[in-house]
């Protein structure tokens, strides 16, 4: 009923950018904390960044200061601003949303998005 769609992943040269999407769809009340994981190959995912319903941000230290996540809530969509990107950063990119599907509903679920795949050539 509800789906996370990534867009924006890519083949980028380091130093390069690029701006991921994700789409929120369906049976939604609300979006709470929203966020941005990513999984390179034989390693666990590992959030990259955050951001609330309310615009609170957090980043992992790796990318602070090279990547800006923010949202539109009324477009239901989260972005992610990469800059200077390094080739350890080649992963597939998640994102991750807390979502209340009706009103009646107090606490959120936890829905993923397929992923999108960033590679970073050195």
């Known amino acids: 009923q509800v789906q996370l769609v990534e867009s924006g992943g890519g083949l980028v040269q380091t130093g390069g950018s690029l701006r991921l999407s994700c789409a929120a769809s369906g049976k939604i009340f609300v979006i709470n904390t929203m966020g941005w994981y990513r999984q390179a190959p034989g390693k666990q995912r590992e959030l990259v960044a955050s951001?609330?319903?309310?615009?609170?941000?957090n980043y992992a230290d790796s990318v602070k200061a090279r990547f800006t996540i923010s949202r539109d809530n009324a477009k239901n969509t989260m972005y992610l601003q990469m800059n200077s990107l390094k080739p350890e950063e080649t992963a597939v990119y998640y994102c991750n949303a807390d979502i209340r599907t009706s009103w009646g509903i107090i606490t959120g679920r936890e829905y993923w998005g397929q992923g999108t795949q960033v590679t970073v050539s050195s």
């Open positions: 951001i609330t319903s309310r615009g609170n941000t």
